[in-house]
């Protein structure tokens, strides 16, 4: 097939700055790629995201997030259906050939449906989530019945690439794993070699875990404390929890209290915000991703930006982002006894120093990859479909 466009011009349309999040972050660097390369026609961006009744955070913004696009404009809404003809007009007029669009759950889902029915020109969705994570009735149908009308795709999961739905888009589906954010606008804020965990104020002889991020059910955080309470109290093990809970966190917090008698735990559930960041995986030696489901994980690209080994559950797109034995350890997910086994084996120094240096010079796919798989998709996006 014959590509028409060399310098295909994109319209994003997506979260940025001042919001919070994984989400806003990767929408806000790809436009600064899609910018740097000379394919960004134009940034959409909403001035509300989520409605309160659905956020049970205390705020949804962070300013330090991520870099600010100054061409952007703020004018929609996800959940004022009213605010989106504007979105509308604005591609219309705009020099874009195609519109790329992030999807992640239901509450993007309603946005996304309008603009691949409504738009004239082709609407190409990045599928973070497939399925909402917080929905499991007709999840997966919701799922195919907001994307069947894009006219490309591309997502983050290898596994995807084995669902129906996209088997039958084949040509017009990318998979690239989220590369490595590295936010220009914080200053490394860690302490010097030698003192994170003193500043955390961890004994140097322990090894210490992170977990890091939102907390919700589906990220197994109940079965890491499971597998560190099957270890022997003395373990040489210390773990940091840092995140806020997406729910009610009064059981969370009394069972951590409880915990911390005779183990060495530190949380802070609450928002981490960008400039905090550094410190708490400086201090780290591991950092732990025990979930139950996944898709992709911006906290696996975090962790290896700051050059930390991974324990990871097999799901989603994890095993592909954590090479076993090479960067980290992967353990079946769900698994308590899985989990504390391979917390077990990163208390050998020798394996922990390999996985260390692998970890460092982990081979994450660059956003010139991303963009590349984004264009092609793009281009393809302007013939008819077969």
């Given at each position: 097939m014959e590509l028409r466009k060399k310098n295909i011009q994109i319209a994003l349309v997506g979260p940025s700055w001042p919001f919070r999040g994984g989400i806003a972050k990767y929408t806000t660097e790809l436009a600064h790629q899609l910018s740097k390369k000379g394919h960004l026609a134009s940034f959409i961006t909403p001035k509300k995201q989520y409605p309160q009744i659905l956020f049970p955070g205390k705020t949804q913004k962070d300013e330090h997030s991520c870099n600010r696009v100054s061409s952007s404009k703020s004018i929609y809404s996800y959940y004022e259906p009213w605010t989106w003809r504007a979105v509308l007009k604005e591609l219309e007029a705009s020099k874009a050939d195609c519109i790329v669009v992030p999807h992640w759950s239901l509450v993007s889902a309603p946005f996304l449906s309008y603009l691949t029915r409504?738009?004239?020109?082709?609407?190409?969705?990045?599928?973070?989530?497939?399925t909402d994570h917080s929905l499991r009735f007709r999840s997966r149908r919701i799922g195919e019945w907001v994307l069947k009308k894009g006219a490309g795709y591309l997502h983050h999961n290898p596994e995807f690439s084995k669902l129906d739905f996209f088997k039958t888009r084949s040509e017009r589906v990318e998979c690239q794993l989220l590369p490595i954010i590295k936010n220009k606008q914080i200053k490394n804020t860690s302490p010097k070699i030698g003192g994170p965990k003193k500043?955390?104020?961890?004994?140097?002889e322990l090894i210490t875990f992170l977990f890091f991020g939102l907390i919700r059910p589906y990220k197994g955080l109940n079965i890491l404390l499971d597998a560190i309470e099957s270890l022997p109290p003395q373990a040489p093990i210390a773990l940091l929890i840092?995140?806020?809970p997406w729910?009610?966190?009064?059981?969370?917090?009394?069972?951590?209290q409880n915990m911390s008698k005779n183990r060495w735990i530190q949380w802070e559930l609450k928002w981490i915000s960008e400039e905090e960041t550094p410190i708490w995986f400086s201090a780290a030696d591991v950092v732990v991703l025990p979930y139950l489901e996944a898709?992709?994980?911006a906290v696996a690209a975090q962790a290896l930006s700051f050059g930390k080994p991974i324990l990871a559950t097999r799901t989603g797109s994890l095993p592909y982002i954590i090479k076993h034995g090479e960067n980290g350890l992967i353990c079946e997910s769900n698994n308590t006894s899985a989990l504390a086994n391979g917390l077990t084996r990163f208390l050998n120094q020798k394996l922990r120093d390999k996985l260390t240096r692998g970890a460092k010079t982990s081979g994450l796919k660059d956003w010139s990859s991303y963009v590349e798989g984004l264009v092609r998709i793009a281009e393809k996006s302007l013939t008819p479909m077969n």
């Open positions: 409504r738009s004239s020109k082709p609407v190409i969705a990045i599928v973070h989530n497939f500043k955390i104020q961890i004994p140097d840092a995140g806020e729910e009610k966190n009064k059981e969370l917090e009394i069972r951590l898709t992709g994980s």
